[in-house]
Structure formats: structure tokens, C-alpha cells
């Protein structure tokens, strides 16, 4: 299955976990989403946010393709998302 | 709880100032309690000399600086002899490192938590052999036997909070005492000094005056294991003794654990309306924390979707100042290392800690004007 790449790059908490979020609900269960995010904060609340919305927390990898460093984390939506900010 | 105030008057009125400033920040200090405020202000005038040259004035000073070590000590359940007084609750880790480092072998072990206060990586700095930084659970807390045994084949020292500032989680210090035998137990009482009672089992035990209503600039370390008298006339301070605060931090300890119980048994009540009601009226709050073993004053959550520092700001427009571990509302740009070391949601994060007061009415505040505030803040996402 492919995944969908959401370059949150540049944005503060909240921010990309709320992109995250809007592209979860539009998204199928079982798909994956790929959030780019340089801010620190998403180390700790990508994983938490999956826990709270039942959502599978797949990786956080070191992202080294283009358009400059970021941690990549890697989500499997599990159950379908009905709510978004 | 003004019958219990030595000066009604007085402190009525100043309580009515601070209510209308709705403060809700006290572990990041609080203003100075009525007995500290009259003990400081008598000792200007007394015990303004340096305590330790010889004459009268002088002796009076040292008088005064006993006694507030007597005081001090039978709050910690020590002898005056055990008391070192610092500059603040971090130069209190720092001395209290300090005291260790030079009589252990080199490669000896130090264990300490990932949700100490930042002073305690900072004392450890000092430290030439091997530092263990033991994890935490979703509710904050240590596993005693992972705690112990990480202390390894040459333990050397345990460093563990007791009430965690920034959620309220209570260590359970006792049975990492027994755990660890002989390895002598630091215990950072910062956060539990007045709020919860001071447990058994420690080696020495570090706090700061400001955080149980004493005067900025005074640190305390208790040393059981101390047996020779510390400096009376006040050596531990480079120069001249600060009498006046050593005083004002004494009486200001005496008033707080007359009073400890009473002051936690309102703070309890409201922190569980809260605990309870906020995720009631906002959608999508995580409260953090543990919830049975914690300090009854402090009560950290999260909401999903929401700018810390927003948050802050907004609560302060609305006459209520509280803090927030978001890396947003930090001068750090980095979020609370304890809300990561327990892996819970760090945007949108509020601590709320109770001053020693009667805060029903911030409390009511705070529940009548976050859940509006945290509506618009999500409608007026980007």
C-alpha cells in the first residue's frame, strides 16, 4: 500500500499534528500517512496522538530526502477518523 | 482559612490582590506567607550584623541563624547540625552532589530519574563516573526495582524526586530506600515541602524556601548522615550570612506544616473537580499524571489541537496565570522533558497548581473560562 507524505516542515506545535489529523480523516483504514515534521514536539505527541485516536504508531526515522532535515513518522490509521479541527 | 492568619487584616487584603490576579502557578513559586513576612521583616532589624564576628550585634545574628537552622531542621525530622542553608533549591542539588562526589571511587554509579527537576542533570555535571537516567511510565513513575538495580555492581549514589513539579506524581521514595540498602538516597523535596508529607528513608534531602512560602535565595540541604555541627555563624555562604532570609524561610516552614494538612485537604478537593470536570466541558483534554499517588495541588493536561502558549495567554487576558510545558511556551523551544519522558501529549499542555490559599474561586474561573477559550483557539486554527 502506498503512503501519503504530509510535509509539515516549518510548523510549530499544534500544527502537525493537525495536519495530520485532516489528511487522517480523509484517509482509508488501513492506509499510511508519512508526516515530515521538524519541530520538536512531534517526537512526543505523533505516538501520543496515535494513542489517543486509536491509531497505529508504525516509526520515526531520520528523514533524508530533499528539502532539508526532519524526523519522518510513519501511521497506519487503524479505525476510521470522524473528527478533525 | 483567614482564622488561622496571624494578621487577619493584613493579609485579607492581600489575599484579595492575588485572588483578582487569580494565580494559579505556585510551583513556580509563590509570594511570601505571613509568618515569613514578619519573621524576615524582624530580622532587618535584628539580625542585620554578620554572625560571625564577636560582638553583640553579631552574636545576635548568630543567635537568630541557630534558631532558624533548629526550626528548619525539626521540619525535616534532623538535627540543627544537618542543615545547610544555600543560595536556591538548584544550588541545594548542586551542594548536595557535592558531598558525595569527593568520597566515592570514581567509576561508582549514579541513578537518577528522566523527570527530575533540570537542576539535578545540571548538578550531576560534576560527576566523573557512569549517570543512569531510569525511565517512566505513562503516569510519571519510576519502577523501584528497575531504579535499584541500575545502580549496578559499585551503586554510588540515588538521586529521585519526591512530588514531581510539573505533574504532581509522588516517587514512592520509601521503597527505593529499602531497595537500594547501603547506596545512599538524595531525595529533591522541591515540590513537596508543605504539600505532602516528607517521606522516610533518605540520605539527604534538598528544597527551596520560595516554594513552601520562605524568601527567595534560600536552598536547604539536610544531611542525616551529618554528624559534626555545620558552620553556626553561617559558613556555608561565601560571604556574609543571609540571617534575615535563613529567619523568614524558618518561620515560613513552621507556618506552612501547621497548616499542611488542612490547606491539602481543600487543594484535593478542587483538583479532583477539575480532574473531573475538564474533560466533561473540553473535548479531547488529556489529563496527565498519576491519579491516586500525587501531590494534592498540581494538575497537569493537555488539549489536542491547541497552541500552548496560546493557552497561557489567553487564561492570562482572562485574569488567570498558570504555566505550560509546551515547547512553544518555553524559552527552551523544546517541550517539557516530563511530559516526553512519559510520552503524553505535549501541545497544548496547562499545569495548574494551587497557591496556599482558599482558590476555590480561580478554580471556578478556570472551569467557566477554559472551555470557550479552547473552542475559538480550534476554530481559529489555520
Same mark, same amino acid.
Given at each position: 500500500m502506498s503512503s501519503e507524505l504530509i510535509d509539515a516542515r516549518g510548523l510549530l506545535c499544534p500544527m502537525p499534528i493537525v495536519r495530520l489529523a485532516r489528511v487522517a480523516k480523509t484517509s482509508g483504514v488501513g492506509s499510511e500517512l508519512v508526516l515530515l515534521s521538524d519541530d520538536p514536539a512531534a517526537a512526543t505527541d505523533v505516538p501520543a496522538w496515535c494513542r489517543l485516536r486509536g491509531q497505529e504508531f508504525i516509526s520515526a526515522t531520520t528523514w533524508d530526502g530533499s528539502g532539508g532535515p526532519a524526523m519522518a513518522f510513519t501511521v497506519r490509521i487503524a479505525t476510521q477518523v470522524l473528527n478533525a479541527p | 482559612m483567614s482564622s488561622l492568619d496571624s494578621d487577619p487584616d493584613r493579609s485579607n487584603s492581600r489575599r484579595e490582590s492575588r485572588r483578582s490576579g487569580g494565580y494559579l502557578d505556585a510551583a513556580s513559586g509563590t509570594w511570601l506567607n505571613p509568618a515569613a513576612e514578619q519573621a524576615w521583616l524582624a530580622a532587618l532589624e535584628q539580625?542585620?550584623?554578620?554572625?560571625? @564576628?564577636?560582638?553583640?550585634?553579631?552574636?545576635?545574628?548568630?543567635?537568630?541563624?541557630?534558631?532558624?537552622?533548629?526550626?528548619?531542621?525539626?521540619?525535616?525530622?534532623?538535627?540543627?547540625?544537618?542543615?545547610?542553608?544555600?543560595?536556591?533549591?538548584?544550588?541545594?542539588?548542586?551542594?548536595?552532589?557535592? @558531598?558525595?562526589?569527593?568520597?566515592?571511587?570514581?567509576?561508582?554509579?549514579?541513578?537518577?530519574?528522566?523527570?527530575?527537576?533540570?537542576?539535578?542533570? @545540571?548538578?550531576?555535571?560534576?560527576?566523573?563516573?557512569?549517570?543512569?537516567?531510569?525511565?517512566?511510565?505513562?503516569?510519571?513513575?519510576?519502577?523501584?526495582?528497575?531504579?535499584?538495580?541500575?545502580?549496578?555492581?559499585?551503586?554510588?549514589?540515588?538521586?529521585?524526586?519526591?512530588?514531581?513539579?510539573?505533574?504532581?506524581?509522588?516517587?514512592?521514595?520509601?521503597?527505593?530506600?529499602?531497595?537500594?540498602?547501603?547506596?545512599?538516597?538524595?531525595?529533591?523535596?522541591?515540590?513537596?515541602?508543605?504539600?505532602?508529607e516528607l517521606p522516610e528513608g533518605w540520605a539527604v534531602m534538598t528544597a527551596s524556601a520560595a516554594k513552601w512560602g520562605g524568601p527567595l535565595g534560600i536552598g536547604v540541604v539536610v544531611d542525616r548522615h551529618h554528624r559534626a555541627s555545620t558552620g553556626s555563624a553561617g559558613d556555608e555562604w561565601l560571604g556574609r550570612a543571609n540571617v534575615p532570609a535563613a529567619v523568614a524561610a524558618a518561620a515560613g516552614l513552621s507556618w506552612i506544616m501547621q497548616r499542611r494538612e488542612l490547606f491539602a485537604a481543600g487543594h484535593r478537593k478542587l483538583i479532583a473537580e477539575l480532574r473531573e470536570q475538564l474533560p466533561v466541558l473540553i473535548s479531547d483534554v488529556e489529563v496527565v499524571g498519576d491519579p491516586l499517588n500525587c501531590a494534592p495541588h498540581i494538575l497537569n493536561f493537555s488539549c489536542l489541537y491547541v497552541?500552548?502558549?496560546?493557552?497561557?495567554?489567553?487564561?492570562?487576558?482572562?485574569?488567570?496565570?498558570?504555566s505550560s510545558g509546551s515547547a512553544c511556551a518555553g524559552v527552551s523551544g523544546e517541550p517539557s522533558h516530563v511530559l516526553a519522558a512519559m510520552g503524553v501529549l505535549t501541545h497544548g499542555n496547562i499545569r495548574v497548581s494551587l497557591p496556599f490559599d482558599d482558590c476555590a474561586p480561580e478554580v471556578t474561573q478556570l472551569l467557566q473560562e477554559l472551555p470557550g477559550l479552547v473552542r475559538q483557539l480550534r476554530a481559529d486554527l489555520p
Open positions: - | 539580625g542585620w550584623a554578620d554572625p560571625r @564576628r564577636a560582638y553583640h550585634q553579631g552574636r545576635h545574628a548568630a543567635l537568630l541563624l541557630d534558631a532558624a537552622r533548629e526550626e528548619i531542621a525539626a521540619g525535616f525530622g534532623a538535627s540543627a547540625g544537618q542543615v545547610e542553608f544555600t543560595t536556591s533549591g538548584t544550588a541545594a542539588l548542586a551542594a548536595a552532589v557535592e @558531598r558525595f562526589a569527593p568520597n566515592l571511587p570514581a567509576d561508582s554509579t549514579v541513578v537518577t530519574s528522566a523527570v527530575e527537576h533540570s537542576a539535578v542533570p @545540571r548538578a550531576l555535571d560534576r560527576w566523573s563516573g557512569p549517570i543512569r537516567t531510569v525511565g517512566v511510565d505513562r503516569l510519571g513513575r519510576i519502577d523501584p526495582a528497575e531504579f535499584a538495580a541500575s545502580l549496578g555492581s559499585r551503586p554510588g549514589l540515588a538521586v529521585l524526586q519526591h512530588v514531581n513539579q510539573e505533574v504532581g506524581t509522588v516517587q514512592p521514595i520509601e521503597q527505593v530506600a529499602s531497595l537500594i540498602g547501603p547506596c545512599p538516597l538524595l531525595v529533591d523535596a522541591g515540590a513537596s515541602v508543605g504539600r505532602v497552541d500552548g502558549e496560546a493557552l497561557v495567554q489567553g487564561l492570562d487576558r482572562r485574569g488567570i496565570a498558570v
